[in-house]
């Protein structure tokens, strides 16, 4: 089995996106005519009070660490452009894409722009905004009536605010349940080609301008928003070199799109979807916050959950994103990158392990022919090199001895069982074709314990 030969963004690895969204006070779900009556001066035009951003030091911390790509978000729902765009003023005084640009090309880090396409609350949309008191307002949706659009961006509203109270209670959250307060409707002009415009030539510039290695659209929405499509034509026309992804894409398939992308925040759903995912035939990705939330910018209490989250994804064949929030004068929230930071310390002895490993294409949870003597512990099987891997995924941070049974065509004449990265041969014993290897505790590692296993082919 030869090593993954594949690019960059068609291969297993880890990202952060850096975001721009978390601001104290401010629910991700928010009212807009409050939001961005907070953002202007008394003439009405753009006062940016933050977040800030760092560009310098975010992309020395991507090197450091090690990532295999990152993405910034440069326009996120609220509508401000963190570039010199022409299109508009609801923009930072800085350039901040030109310096992430220049200092990735520089960092030899591939480099993607997040970019809001379905929300957008750019004040200059104001006359065609279906909802200003919510963030879900689908300013490109095209549909007979106004009226039934409102009731749309409403009702998904609604319906999101109950999924994440649900997902603040399954995970006690430290955080309140009030998500936004009750929605006024107002008249607004039915005029989606305005904004739909608006993005192609943002893209434009974006791309003539800074030259990304992709673009990373939020979200893909179906046949009920248009510009999704929009965006999709215009890429494949114009910019067929330029890595395209879309978010909420993995369950779909696009007719045109570089790699699928969706989301996971915790172990249980990275989980889930590594076992959903691993057979797919396109690239695909997934992200989730580093910290508790995607506006929740506190470390989670165990470091080590983000690991396991990563390593899941990574194992079972994608990419895996953190999001990673920056406080108001540009500097990172110090414990959620200090969390990244120390997976990057860990992912760098690992690496080709995971970006040069082929997935097994096993149906269902269970690597075929492995047992394990606990059940809080996952295994992921992977080919590497002429070798095979185990994943002992740590599923809630146990330090204990562990038995693993090998049988069956696949595991026949092993002849070495090596812990990796550590490079620690293992004793094993094999008797009616079962293997039988015994790990200590002190070699199960809390998020991920890899062993090589070599055959005699």
Not at 68 to 92: A, M, N, P, Q, R
Not at 290 to 303: I, K, L, T
Not at 346 to 375: C, D, H, Q
Not at 394 to 421: C, R, S, Y
Request: hydrophobic residues 35%; glycine residues 6%.
């Amino acid at each position: 089995m030869k090593n993954n030969k594949k690019q960059w963004w068609e291969k297993p690895g880890f990202s952060i996106m850096y975001q721009i969204e978390a601001r104290p006070g401010w629910f991700w779900n928010r009212n807009y005519d409050k939001f961005n009556a907070s953002m202007m001066d008394e003439e009405g035009k753009l006062k940016f009070n933050g977040p800030f951003c760092k560009m310098k030091k975010w992309v020395e911390f991507s090197k450091r660490i090690g990532v295999d790509y990152h993405i910034f978000e440069v326009k996120w729902h609220d509508g401000i452009c963190y570039w010199d765009t022409k299109l508009t003023e609801w923009k930072t005084p800085e350039d901040y894409v030109k310096i992430f640009s220049e200092e990735s090309k520089r960092a030899g880090i591939p480099y993607l722009y997040y970019y809001s396409s379905i929300f957008d609350h750019n004040p200059d949309f104001d006359d065609i905004q279906p909802l200003r008191g919510v963030t879900p307002s689908f300013i490109a949706k095209h549909d007979e009536t106004k009226e039934n659009i409102a009731k749309y961006s409403k009702g998904f509203a609604e319906r999101l605010r109950d999924m994440f109270i649900d997902q603040v209670q399954e995970r006690d959250i430290p955080y309140t349940t009030k998500f936004f307060d009750d929605v006024e409707f107002h008249d607004f002009t039915y005029n989606p080609k305005k904004y739909e415009d608006y993005v192609l030539n943002q893209i434009k510039e974006l791309i003539d301008n800074y030259h990304p290695n992709g673009m990373w659209m939020d979200w893909y929405w179906g046949t009920e928003e248009a510009s999704t499509f929009l965006v999709m034509n215009f890429m494949e026309k114009n910019y067929p070199d330029t890595i395209l992804t879309y978010n909420v894409s993995i369950d779909r398939h696009p007719r045109y799109i570089h790699y699928l992308s969706g989301e996971a925040h915790d172990v249980k759903t990275a989980w889930q979807s590594g076992k959903k995912y691993r057979r797919k035939k396109r690239p695909w990705e997934l992200c989730g916050p580093a910290a508790y939330g995607w506006d929740v910018p506190q470390a989670r209490p165990d470091p080590y959950e983000i690991f396991r989250i990563a390593v899941i994804i990574m194992a079972s064949g994608g990419k895996y994103s953190f999001g990673l929030p920056s406080q108001m004068d540009g500097d990172l929230y110090p414990e959620p990158a200090k969390n990244v930071e120390l997976f990057g310390e860990w992912y760098k002895l690992r690496r080709e392990l995971f970006t040069e490993a082929i997935p097994m294409k096993y149906r269902g949870e269970n690597v075929p022919g492995i047992k394990i003597s606990e059940e809080n512990f996952g295994i992921i099987g992977t080919f590497y090199e002429n070798d095979n891997l185990i994943h002992i995924i740590n599923l809630k941070g146990l330090k204990k001895e562990l038995l693993l049974e090998l049988f069956g065509d696949q595991w026949h004449n092993i002849t070495k069982v090596i812990l990796e990265p550590q490079k620690k041969e293992l004793e094993f014993s094999t008797k009616n074709n079962i293997t039988i290897i015994k790990l200590n505790k002190n070699d199960i590692d809390p998020a991920d314990t890899i062993l090589r296993i070599i055959s005699n082919k």
